[in-house]
């Protein structure tokens, strides 16, 4: 698999779907939280996390599954992470036909892109990938490179 080239995208107002509401549609929505309000969160079941975005305002929560057909023609991005393979891809061919960006979580052959780690403080943004092979090593190296700004940024 090729490296992949890294972009920062203003995700500002940009309709984003996540469809799943476990531990990694979890752990994404939190990171995009920090860069957008606008999110919808749809499965039958939410983490606490999920709902507690939900209730201070932060997030749509839909408790329902995917249906066929059902993804907005004006949703920019979508996540893919639920726990049936069949819906993941589902969900992928939907979005290849309307022309949206996917990723599906649990099979980086469906991805157009690759979700990254993110270290931030303020203004400064690093993403972290490690070709989608190795989450355990992008995650180790996002949470180095976090503990380094938060310790430079204390100093400034």
């Not at 752990?27 to 939280?33: A, D, N, Y």
């Not at 079941?45 to 975005?53: F, G, N, T, V």
């Not at 780690?117 to 992008?138: E, K, P, Q, S």
């Amino acid at each position: 698999m090729h490296r992949k080239f890294p972009l920062f995208f203003d995700i500002t107002d940009k309709k984003i779907i996540v469809y799943g509401a476990g531990r990694i549609a979890t752990r994404r929505v939190e990171t995009l939280l920090a860069f957008e309000k606008s999110l919808t969160v749809i499965a039958p079941e939410a983490s606490e996390a999920i709902r507690e975005a939900e209730t201070a305002g932060k997030l749509t929560y839909r408790e329902t599954c995917y249906e066929t057909g059902g993804i907005p023609d004006d949703a920019w991005m979508v996540l893919a992470a639920t726990d049936d393979q069949a819906v993941n891809e589902a969900i992928w061919r939907e979005c290849k036909q309307k022309g949206i960006l996917v990723n599906v979580c649990s099979d980086r052959g469906l991805c157009d892109f690759q979700f990254p780690g993110i270290a931030f403080a303020d203004d400064l943004v690093i993403g972290v990938n490690a070709g989608g092979t190795d989450h355990r090593l992008a995650r180790r190296w996002t949470e180095k490179i976090q503990k380094e700004v938060a310790e430079e940024w204390k100093e400034i």
